[in-house]
């Protein structure tokens, strides 16, 4: 059974930093490309960020851009989602997705297996 479990959510300041992570389990996880969605109270989900199957090819939505980084270890079945200087509006649940054979999109449609999320709470 396919897993993606995030975690290093939390309550953070405005200005802070956090480090998700999302481990995948049951897949040839070099197989696929990873990105970041986030769900706020009362929004629709929206893109964040993506990451190709080698780490080397990346896409950003334009408001995290210059603030988040996205990256991967293969070894390690395991996406990460840095994020700098976090504001109130960056408050959701963040999750991560998985698209088998692809290259970075962000579609959410192009995406088969979701993680459940991790809460982000950004005070000001």
């Known amino acids: 059974q396919v897993q993606l479990v995030e975690s290093g959510g939390g309550l953070v300041q405005a200005g802070g930093s956090l480090r998700l992570s999302c481990a995948a389990s049951?897949?040839?996880?070099?197989?696929?490309?990873m990105a970041w969605f986030r769900q706020a109270p009362g929004k629709a989900r929206e893109f964040v960020a993506t990451i190709n199957w080698s780490g080397d090819d990346t896409y950003y939505a334009t408001s995290v851009k210059g603030r988040f980084t996205i990256s991967r270890d293969n070894a390690k079945n395991t996406v990460y989602l840095q994020v700098n200087s976090l504001k109130p509006e960056d408050t959701a649940t963040y999750s991560c997705?998985?698209?088998?054979?692809?290259?970075?999109?962000?579609?959410?449609?192009?995406?088969?297996?979701w993680g459940q999320g991790t809460q982000v709470t950004v005070s000001s």
């Open positions: 049951a897949i040839t996880f070099r197989n696929y490309a």
């Open positions: 997705a998985a698209r088998l054979y692809g290259d970075v999109s962000s579609r959410q449609s192009d995406y088969r297996y």
